[in-house]
């Protein structure tokens, strides 16, 4: 937001963290580009957005569960709107941390970790097609979509 000067954020998610990233936002001036919103990815979005990103969020959730976020999203977005999904992939991840968290995501959330390939499939499902993947630093993939065309 310090790059852009004309970008606007809305997050959303739940009150806690909402709270607390508004917090943050009025501390580093950026209070009248930033909108929350407290609710659930289960729900539906705010609409018209250039871009939907989720960061970390779809390895937290079950292939059906993703594929309902997801399809929040694609509903939610524009025909021109992109969507972004940033991951820990299991591609290249070191085998034994990626068993420790995929474990851990499936114990305590019914989540796992998933392969770029599986992405793609779960956003698939949702109505997105994938456009582009890129590695920005180490450990975090980057994921980008189109809706599909009818």
Request: glycine share 6%.
């Amino acid at each position: 937001m310090r790059a852009h000067r004309s970008l606007h954020t809305v997050l959303v998610d739940l009150p806690g963290p909402v709270a607390a990233t508004t917090a943050r936002m009025a501390v580093e001036g950026f209070g009248n580009r930033f909108t929350p919103v407290a609710g659930s990815f289960f729900d539906p979005l705010p609409t018209g957005a250039d871009v939907y990103a989720l960061v970390n969020v779809i390895h937290n959730w079950s292939d059906e569960q993703a594929a309902t976020i997801l399809r929040r999203c694609a509903e939610a977005g524009r025909e021109d709107s992109t969507f972004v999904i940033v991951e820990r992939l299991m591609d290249d991840t070191d085998p034994r941390a990626i068993t420790v968290m995929d474990l851990r995501m499936f114990l305590l959330l019914g989540g796992r970790e998933r392969t770029a390939s599986q992405i793609i499939k779960v956003a698939s499902s949702a109505g997105l097609a994938h456009q582009s993947t890129f590695k920005p630093c180490r450990g975090l993939h980057v994921l980008v979509f189109r809706k599909e065309r009818s």
